[in-house]
Antibody, heavy 119, light 114 residues
Framework: EVHLVESGGGLVKPGGSLRLSCVAS????????MGWVRQAPGKGLEWVGR??????????EYGAPGKGRFTVSRDDSRNTLYLQIKSLKTEDTAVYFC??????????WGQGTLVIVSS | DVVMTQSPLSLPVTLGQPASISCRSS???????????LTWFHQRPGQSPRRLIY???ERDSGVPDRFSGSGSGTDFTLRISRVEAEDVGVYYC???????????FGQGTKLEIK
């Protein structure tokens, strides 16, 4: 069974940085394309970014909110996906979900980790 | 950039009755490989989203067969043949054809029981 467990969220001041982690189990992490989707309180889903498997080149791609301030990375030896966020803004307040990908779509989802950006 | 538009945004349904959600894209979602990367998700209150349907009409494992997806080009539909209490929540369509911008979600349709 696939398990995705996010951590690293919390209360951060505007301008600060944060690194979110997602520990994966139950599948071959090194062969998986992985991604992040976020959801602001009471709002819809917004795609943040993804990273391909190393065998597929390991490239990263980002959606509108992720460009410039967000970095997706992976450590296959630890079965862990990361999302580094710099220069946090109040509009980055959201639950951040880690996902696997299949058939050009997010597939399995973690339970999410809440990031609150507030002074 | 491609824009995904769902309707209705709110959908009250009587238990046991059918339901239908429309999703329209501002550009054709047919990819160069011939596939159409249109996905449907369901998010129950307080839970993570769950993928129901990918590539327009392919149901994920474990998804009840009362859920079906159809459509082509720019117009897509998710149908629930007989709504059950567990079907409440928000349904999202999403495109995966156009890169950039990457995965793009619709606004969501909230299904509730009348």
């Amino acid at each position: 069974e696939v398990h995705l467990v996010e951590s690293g969220g919390g209360l951060v001041k505007p301008g600060g940085s944060l690194r979110l982690s997602c520990v994966a189990s139950g599948f071959s992490f090194s062969n998986a394309w992985m991604g992040w989707v976020r959801q602001a309180p009471g709002k819809g889903l917004e795609w943040v970014g993804r990273i391909k498997s190393k065998v597929d080149g390991g490239a990263t791609e980002y959606g509108a909110p992720g460009k410039g301030r967000f970095t997706v990375s992976r450590d296959d030896s630890r079965n862990t996906l990361y999302l580094q966020i710099k220069s946090l803004k109040t509009e980055d307040t959201a639950v951040y979900f880690c996902t696997t990908e299949a058939n050009w779509s997010p597939w399995d989802w973690g339970q999410g980790t809440l990031v609150i950006v507030s002074s | 950039d491609v824009v995904m538009t769902q309707s209705p945004l709110s959908l009250p349904v009587t238990l046991g009755q059918p339901a239908s959600i429309s999703c329209r894209s501002s550009q054709s979602l047919v990819y160069s490989d011939g596939n159409t990367y249109l996905t449907w998700f369901h998010q129950r209150p307080g839970q993570s989203p769950r993928r129901l349907i990918y590539k327009v009409s392919e149901r994920d494992s474990g998804v009840p067969d009362r859920f079906s997806g159809s459509g082509s080009g720019t117009d897509f539909t998710l149908r629930i043949s007989r709504v059950e209490a567990e079907d409440v929540g928000v349904y999202y369509c999403m495109q995966g054809t156009h890169w950039p911008p990457g995965y793009t979600f619709g606004q969501g349709t909230k299904l509730e029981i009348k």
